[in-house]
T-cell receptor
Framework: DGGITQSPKYLFRKEGQNVTLSCEQN?????MYWYRQDPGQGLRLIYY???????QKGDIAEGYSVSREKKESFPLTVTSAQKNPTAFYLC????????????????FGAGTRLSVL | SQELEQSPQSLIVQEGKNLTINCTSS?????LYWYKQKYGEGLIFLMM?????EEKSHEKITAKLDEKKQQSSLHITASQPSHAGIYLC????????????FGTGTLLAVQP
């Protein structure tokens, strides 16, 4: 089945630790996105990538880093600089990073819940 | 900046009742997407609207985009417990961007 796989489902971070969230897609989509979801705040864009080896900051990129070495993979690292990392993280992908409405339908993974120990 | 406002924030209905969720934008939308989310899970794509006055249906869910392309509604007919969850609207604001903006969601509970 085609889809987006996020792992792990639950993750715990210790003080001063960097943690990496995995996102893999087999939809052959060019664009991939990372969102953070907090209660009552909707989805906020962290980083996005339209092509391999290129990515842009979203609205809340501070304390996060990403890489896009392969089309299928877009891992997110939550660094120790992110002082409030507890949240639900969602990865998404879409066919193409242009402005077409149909091509910008985003498909989401099941999410990773990150908590601080 | 453009924002999406959803109403109501939460909704409790009896099984079998109809309901409507609204999504309003401060500016004209280029495209509008509806998603459903179960708690602790990812978003499931429901429908996409693009043209003013457009209406789409899937099973018992109907989504409409007004003529001015600033408001969309999601209507559920004869609600069932399986309809429970969080409904979010997402919008493509237009211009040279493919970044979506999202509403804060509407939490729907359906009582048997």
């Amino acid at each position: 089945d085609g889809g987006i796989t996020q792992s792990p489902k639950y993750l715990f971070r210790k003080e001063g630790q960097n943690v990496t969230l995995s996102c893999e897609q087999n939809l052959n989509h060019d664009a991939m996105y990372w969102y953070r979801q907090d209660p009552g705040q909707g989805l906020r864009l962290i980083y996005y990538s339209q092509i391999v080896n290129d990515f842009q900051k979203g609205d809340i990129a501070e304390g996060y880093s990403v890489s896009r070495e392969k089309k299928e993979s877009f891992p997110l690292t939550v660094t120790s600089a992110q002082k409030n990392p507890t949240a639900f993280y969602l990865c998404a992908s879409s066919i193409w990073g242009g402005t077409g409405v149909a091509k910008n339908i985003q498909y989401f993974g099941a999410g990773t819940r990150l908590s601080v120990l | 900046s453009q924002e999406l406002e959803q109403s109501p924030q939460s909704l409790i209905v009896q099984e079998g009742k109809n309901l409507t969720i609204n999504c309003t934008s401060s500016k004209t939308l280029y495209g509008l997407y509806w998603y459903k989310q179960k708690y602790g899970e990812g978003l499931i794509f429901l429908m996409m609207l693009q043209k003013g006055g457009e209406e789409k249906s899937h099973e018992k869910i109907t989504a409409k985009l007004d003529e001015k392309k600033q408001q969309s509604s999601l209507h559920i007919t004869a609600s069932q417990p399986s309809h429970a969850g969080i409904y979010l609207c997402g919008a493509l604001p237009g211009g040279a961007t493919n970044k979506l903006i999202f509403g804060t969601g509407t939490l729907l509970a359906v009582q048997p």
